[in-house]
């Protein structure tokens, strides 16, 4: 149940994001392939043959994101969604509260 849930909220997460960025202007061509990553659940964005996209699950044991340095820095960007906002408290509060 409780795993179930997770998988609903990290796809709320992911359309929403897909969503955000097709607003803003996104390409398919850009879109296609990207890789969503949800604690230690991983999801590749594909598009069919007949133009839908597809979240394929990846099967991986385990998931370690390194950063490098420059992108440390904190930007007032919701990382789930893509939102700009005025602030880093604001974007953080975005999708931190949806459950
Ligand atoms: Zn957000």
Known sequence: MRLRQAVQHS?????RW?????????????LEG???VYGNEVH???KTSAGDWVLEP?????V???RKEEE???????CACGQDYAS????????AYLD
Not at 58 to 62: L, R
Not at 72 to 78: H, K, T, V, Y
């Open 11 to 15: 796809r709320e997460l992911i359309e």
């Open 18 to 30: 897909i969503n955000q960025h097709v607003l803003n202007g996104k390409t398919n061509d850009e």
């Open 34 to 36: 990207t890789l969503f």
């Open 44 to 46: 590749s964005l594909l």
């Open 58 to 62: 990846q099967d991986v044991p385990q």
């Open 64 to 66: 370690v994101v390194f």
């Open 72 to 78: 440390s820095e904190p930007i007032n960007m919701c």
């Open 88 to 95: 880093f408290k604001d974007s953080i509060q975005c999708c």
